[in-house]
């Protein structure tokens, strides 16, 4: 006889319960033996759809990153032709020595005044390089003015227009004399520089006379 047939007359020499208790386990052994050859697969299948999700989302970010530096491109291109003048406007450095000679001593010039005792509290030496990270600071200065009083609003004025950004801070009235005037002013430009910029102390400048 055949395992086949020792098999069916095994199981025929079961009782109802044993019967039914083989089935069970029968069954469960196939679950488990199924379960066995299909985890591989919906594990797999799981991966891949992390994996789908994962591409999705960096496909969005590069997408936002395109999209991004495509408006800065289009925005660069709008602003292009203005930035030498935002470049006057507001300088990477200081660029002391080109201040004080523009605007400080041709608008005195032209406005036949003087300049004493220009100082500047801090005069930044370093000149940040193209990379750095830059942030707008400021450089407070003081001199004295002496001139006709209208020519001394009229450099007034004209400081606060000049395309490098200046404000006029304090004026102090030393004198008026006979149309002159003699004062104390202090003032602020700025600049754009690093955040380990080095700088010097007090640095005061010759007399500058207008024309007369």
Known sequence: M???????????????????????????????????????????ILNLRQEIDEGRQVLKKLEQKSAALTEAGA??????EHLPTLELALPAGSGVKDYIKR??????????????????????????KSDDPLKSRSMEYTFALSGDFANFNSFLEEIERFIRTTEVTSIV????????VT????????????????????????????GQ
């Open 173 to 180: 009235l030393v004198s008026v004399k006979n149309g002159d």
């Open 103 to 128: 605007p400080l001593e041709e608008l005195a010039s032209e406005n036949k005044l003087t300049i004493t005792g220009l100082q500047f509290d801090e005069v930044p030496l370093s000149i940040p």
């Open 75 to 80: 925005n660069f291109e709008r602003v292009k």
């Open 2 to 44: 055949n395992l086949t047939g020792q098999a069916y007359d095994q199981y025929n020499s079961y009782t109802p319960v044993q019967k039914n208790y083989f089935s069970i386990g029968l069954t469960l052994g196939l679950l488990i033996l199924l379960i066995a050859l299909i985890y591989p697969a919906v594990r797999h």
């Open 183 to 210: 004062a104390n002013l202090k003032a602020t430009t700025h600049y754009l520089s690093n955040t380990t910029e080095t700088t010097t102390g007090t640095q005061p400048t010759s007399k500058t006379e207008g």
